[in-house]
């Protein structure tokens, strides 16, 4: 079966620090990768995603990046942490468009 | 175009209520809809998918309705439980999209 993971779960960073936030996906090949951040009454809005190694849709203009070195790994980043960064970030999979995205447990990162 | 528009915002009700989340959407090419159940500190997970080939669909105590000529659609939870409680996400995609649109949520509280 697939499963998804996303760590750590909770991390505290202060401003102007880098980032970096993994998550991998076992059981699938050739998943379509999201990043998405979720702020309090904003739902989830999709910061990125991926359909395959090395190629990356940035959803929007931000200070964060990422990127996909392996088939089943996206790594969200930042150079230099801004305390606007704060929030619920999830990494998601699906097989394909239109079709079941599967959630990773989140990173509550705070930004100090 | 790419907007999911969710309320309420916040719903409570007693145990044994049916509980009713409304979406609506602009976005004639969306033709995928699932709706997403999220615990707190949990990523979401999927509850129940529809597409606008049907008007309802039914799995368990949930209902998804569908009215395509008013771009809308909402979840129905019967004979709701305390462990309803949870925040519910609609969503919508387009055909050949990887892109899942979320609506900002609903919090929803079932009394005991």
């Known amino acids: 079966s697939q499963t998804i993971h996303q760590w750590p779960a909770t991390l505290v960073q202060p401003v102007g620090s880098p980032l970096s936030l993994e998550c991998t996906v076992e059981?699938?090949?050739?998943?379509?990768l999201y990043w998405y951040r979720q702020a309090a009454g904003r739902g989830l809005q999709l910061l990125f995603y991926?359909?395959?190694?090395?190629?990356i849709s940035s959803e929007v203009p931000q200070n964060l990046s990422a990127s996909r070195p392996q088939d089943r790994q996206f790594i969200l980043s930042s150079k230099k942490l801004l305390l606007s960064d704060s929030g619920f970030y999830l990494c998601a999979w699906s097989s394909g468009a239109n079709t079941e995205a599967f959630f990773g447990q989140g990173t509550r990162l705070t930004v100090v | 175009q790419q907007q999911v528009k969710q309320s309420p915002q916040s719903l409570i009700v007693q145990k044994g209520g049916i509980p009713i989340i409304n979406c609506a959407y602009e976005n004639t090419a969306f033709d995928y809809f699932p709706w997403y159940q999220q615990f707190p500190g949990k990523g979401p997970a999927l509850l129940i998918a529809?597409?606008?080939?049907?008007s309802e669909k039914k799995e368990g105590r949930f209902t998804i309705s569908f009215n395509k000529s008013a771009k809308q659609f909402s979840l129905h939870i019967m004979d709701s439980q305390p462990g309803d409680s949870a925040t519910y996400f609609c969503?919508?995609?387009?055909?050949?999209?990887?892109?899942?649109?979320f609506g900002k949520g609903t919090k929803l509280t079932v009394n005991p």
């Open positions: 059981g699938t090949s050739n998943p379509n």
């Open positions: 969503a919508a995609s387009r055909g050949g999209s990887e892109k899942l649109v």
């Open positions: 991926s359909v395959g190694i090395g190629q």
């Open positions: 529809i597409r606008p080939d049907v």
